[in-house]
């Protein structure tokens, strides 16, 4: 098979997908140059771990049906679930384990597993035993033996070692639901690998020193009980010890900042399922509605003067509607029924107060450019924002404590609080994108307007709201063929089914995730 068809296979079976961005990583080994299909995804580039393995003849196996995938080296097993940020490698003599966290996760796509080309390739030269070199735009050149563990995390140029230290000081807090660390760079880290084992969560940051006198603490009295650093060469590498109420954590780059902050979260907020579980009223049995803004807060303005909380009203009235007549035991909640200013903190403790088993915000988009080309529906889980475009968003939705009586019982919620609040939420975090995922594939193939995909960026609104929860940005009331669609009673009522219909779908895997836990 030469180049020229592989490359005109791949372009017919990828030609559908217009969510992503398609293109090809070109595998070099010895003498031989191999295409594999990849694409990117806010600004991150995958590719097929399925297809890496055949360009280099590697054994693998793959369970379709749970989304795994394992590569069989000589001495170790990288195994890669879908749908998740977390590596394993496993030792074939020892049993041995490595548990790595990469910044983002896989996904699942025309029955391939793409994963973060420039996350992973350190792991796998671990595994495979062999240096891979990452050379651009998009050419992965495998290299010679691997020798020492020195080189595990090697994947990229050679590293220049500098006098100063990058890495200078490190902050502690201690939060009700965890303890934030972060920690102070005087340079943007351009990678990193984190794994947790025996209780010790280990960190080694690419490319940069640290000053490790500044850093290093001892006898902790939090979650937290000790921080040793070291430089190994090029490199810095953290190992963090942590207390028996230890639970999750999570590791990310500060937008705007040099700093990375790593969150170690304990068990107090990860009872939700438990919770479930004890409760005689674990039924999907509420759903909450909450159109977006209201009253003297318009929301955006578009095309036509049309008001954006006019739009978010009037699709939540018709989801209601299709819920109450269609979903007799189940009681529809709205934050607000007519035009209406309603505080972004009490939309959640409404949620809270009525029991609810769902949350779902609903608000139009749009740009500070009118008219725009930019289109479609997106949908948002409650994460710290990791593009520009989604905390642009985050921050005109959140402008809207401008319109309340006290702004400043909002002050605290900043982005390195917003991770930890995120974290709050991770025990249901796994159905609030399981519904966003449902909601995306139906906007996707049940509406005229384009599926943007599943977001994350830092919503107040979702903050409050202790339950599985969304945003969805219906459409850019900015762009003339959106705002058309979105101003009309038959574009409105197209969006409330689809709504609906994941509704639906979601209900059905929730009851059985319940079930199956009683």
């Known amino acids: 098979m030469n180049f020229k068809f592989l490359y005109i296979l791949f372009f017919l079976l990828f030609a559908n997908a217009t969510a992503q ?36 003849n590697i054994n693998y196996f793959f369970n379709e049906k749970n989304g795994k995938f394992e590569l069989k080296f000589n001495n170790y097993l990288l195994k890669v679930t879908s749908k998740n940020p977390y590596l394993v490698i496993t030792e074939r003599v020892s049993g041995s384990q490595w548990i790595f966290q990469l910044p983002t996760s896989s996904y699942y796509l025309k029955q391939l597993i793409f994963v973060p080309l420039k996350y992973i390739i350190g792991p796998v030269a671990k595994a495979y035993g062999r240096e891979i070199i990452f050379a651009q735009p998009n050419k992965l050149i495998i290299g010679g033996k691997i020798i020492g563990d020195k080189q595990w995390f090697t994947h990229s140029t050679e590293y220049k070692k500098t006098g100063a230290f990058d890495v200078t000081g490190i902050m502690i807090s201690e939060k009700a639901n965890g303890t934030l660390i972060k920690i102070q760079t005087s340079k943007r880290i351009p990678s990193y690998y984190s794994s947790f084992k025996d209780g010790i969560l280990t960190l080694i940051f690419r490319k940069v020193n640290a000053d490790v006198s500044r850093i290093n603490r001892d006898h902790l009295n939090g979650l937290i009980k000790k921080i040793e650093t070291k430089n190994i060469g090029p490199d ?25 902050i790593v969150t170690i979260h304990n068990k107090i907020f990860t009872n939700f399922e438990n919770e479930l579980k004890t409760q005689k009223k674990w039924g999907f049995d509420v759903i909450v509605i909450d159109p977006g803004h209201g009253g003297k807060d318009p929301g955006a303005i578009g095309i036509g003067k049309v008001k954006e909380k006019d739009i978010n009203l009037s699709v939540a009235l018709k989801l209601g509607k299709l819920i109450e007549k269609n979903m007799k035991d189940v009681k529809v909640v709205y934050t607000r029924k007519t035009d ?99 909601l995306n594939n139906e906007f996707k193939h049940n509406t005229k307007l384009k599926a943007r995909g599943v977001k994350q960026a830092g919503f107040y609104v979702l903050v ?55």
Not at 26 to 55: C, H, M, N, W
Not at 352 to 381: A, M, Q, R, W
Not at 498 to 507: C, H, L, M, N, P
């Open 236 to 260: 810095t590498e953290f190992k963090i010890v942590v207390g028996k109420g230890y639970s999750t954590y999570e590791v990310m780059n500060v937008e705007g900042s040099n700093d990375i």
């Open 340 to 438: 209406k200013f309603v505080d972004l903190y009490k939309r959640g403790k409404i949620a809270n107060e009525k029991d609810g088993k769902l949350f779902i915000s609903i608000h139009c988009n749009s740009t500070k450019k009118k008219p725009t080309d930019v289109n479609g529906i997106e949908v948002y889980l409650l994460r710290p924002g990791r593009t520009s475009e989604a905390i642009t968003i985050a921050e005109r939705e959140n402008s809207v404590i401008e319109y309340e009586d006290d702004p400043a019982r909002y002050k605290k919620l900043t982005d390195e609080n917003f991770i930890l609040v995120s974290m709050a939420h991770s025990a249901y975090m796994k159905y609030s994108e399981t519904f966003a995922d449902l």
């Open 464 to 518: 409050g709201a202790s339950m599985p929860n969304v945003l969805i940005e219906t459409g850019f009331i900015s762009n003339k063929k959106d705002a058309i669609f979105l101003k009309s009673h038959n574009g409105q009522k197209q969006l409330a089914e689809a709504i609906f219909d994941a509704i639906k779908s979601y209900r059905k895997f929730y009851e059985k995730e319940m079930e199956a836990e009683l």
């Open 21 to 56: 961005n398609f293109d090809m990583v070109y595998i070099q080994s010895g003498g031989t140059v191999k295409p594999i299909p990849a694409y990117t995804r806010e600004g991150i580039l995958y590719f097929s771990i399925r297809d890496f393995a055949e360009a280099l």
